[in-house]
């Protein structure tokens, strides 16, 4: 069976990574991703990260199943060739701040001139309405402001970002979900329209029960570390070599847990017997715990709590996760070849399907290197490439 996204062609204008997650999301499932970069310089990402044989693996692992043109849209020659590319294109995905689609003449009526079937998908840093729609983003500022950074950490450590960028994926790949919805409502009512996601709104919508206790009592949720805010106990645990991690989130879990580790006779303690005063004495609770589990193993401790149903694992780095059985089963490391660079290895797909499985079908493109072929798809004539290229526009 073709893949969900094939047919769907899709004009990529991003850069850095919010962008680019989005569009290769799409083209996992199947679309026709033409990237467009700029002449001699290309992706920003392409020279960051480890580069092995010339070759960014950074820009590798999120530029896949993409096709690569340079265009220059400073010139009104590289204007005139992307209006002609987006009259045949489903799909614009563009990173640009808010106001810049529109100075190139390509607003919603413009676009609507070219293509009134276009579906337009926006990653912007804080929306395009607002006082701060105008401000460069970046995901350590939106960690910032979103407000996740004062609940990541602890008191005495202060705030503290993820390592990971989230708000630059979590708004890619809100973005894509909300293409794949537009182009649903296209073939239904017959006509594109514009899609966005900003990195501050994707990261607001993901402090789940922290914005509900927020939102409900008006009392700002401290940073707990590994603990949970809302429930113990639940974190890490001590056993005799490392750390092991408990999440005993609901009562019959929370009584399998304390008959493990041979505690239950906390639940029946009238200092502990529930999860408010738990949470209020969280430190006796986890010292009891600890003591508990420091004669026994990391290994022994996670066989036995899985064994009776209670959520656990061991912090592994991520050379351990890459070797992980479990990972390995779920294909979550690909190794490919990608010609003139040699074996890429790089994260799998996270979505699974029975039927359209996601594949690799172009390894990240060299920059350019689609140039000609996307051109003359397009109906350029190869003395009309020639002179663009002559003119430097491509």
């Excluded at 395009?128 to 008191?155: C, H, K, W």
């Amino acid at each position: 069976m073709e893949q969900p996204l094939a047919g769907i062609r899709v004009v990529d204008l991003t850069r850095i990574l919010s962008g680019p997650f989005c569009s290769m999301i799409l083209g996992d499932l199947g679309a026709d991703v033409v990237k467009i970069e700029t002449p001699g310089s290309g992706d920003h990402v392409r020279g960051q990260g480890a580069i092995i044989d010339g070759l960014s693996w950074y820009f590798a692992s999120f530029n896949r199943n993409k096709r690569s043109i340079t265009l220059d849209l400073k010139r009104e020659e590289g204007k005139a060739v992307l209006r002609r590319l987006l009259t045949e294109a489903d799909v614009l995905v563009e990173n640009f701040r808010p106001g810049v689609l529109a100075a190139m003449g390509l607003d919603r009526s413009g676009l609507d001139a070219i293509n009134p079937r276009l579906v337009v998908g926006s990653v912007n840093g804080y929306g395009t309405t607002g006082p701060y729609s105008e401000r460069p983003a970046f995901d350590f500022i939106t960690q910032a402001m979103s407000g996740f950074m004062a609940v990541n950490g602890t008191l005495e450590g202060g705030p503290i970002r993820a390592a990971p960028p989230l708000t630059d994926l979590i708004a890619g790949l809100y973005t894509a979900l909300g293409i794949v919805a537009a182009l649903r409502v296209r073939d239904r009512d017959g006509a594109g329209q514009a899609v966005e996601s900003s990195m501050m709104n994707g990261m607001i919508s993901m402090m789940a029960y922290l914005s509900a206790a927020q939102l409900a009592t008006g009392q700002t949720p401290p940073p707990t570390g590994n603990d949970h805010p809302i429930a113990s106990p639940y974190g890490l645990f001590q056993a005799s070599d490392g750390p092991v991690a408990v999440a005993a989130s609901t009562a019959p879990i929370l009584r399998r847990f304390m008959e493990t580790t041979g505690l239950s006779a906390m639940l029946e303690d009238w200092r502990f017997d529930t999860n408010a005063k738990r949470v209020e004495r969280r430190a006796e609770v986890n010292a009891m715990i600890d003591d508990a589990m420091r004669h026994e193993s990391q290994a022994i401790w996670i066989e036995r709590l899985n064994a009776a149903g209670v959520p656990c694992g061991r912090v592994q780095t991520l050379a351990e996760v890459f070797e992980d059985p479990q990972v390995r089963e779920q294909e979550m490391v690909l190794a490919i070849d990608h010609p003139g660079h040699g074996t890429v290895k790089m994260t799998g797909f996270p979505i699974k399907f029975s039927d359209t499985p996601c594949v690799i079908r172009h390894p990240a493109p060299d920059l350019g290197a689609d140039t000609d072929t996307v051109l003359a798809e397009a109906g350029y004539s190869s003395a009309e490439i020639a002179a663009l290229r002559d003119d430097d526009v491509i």
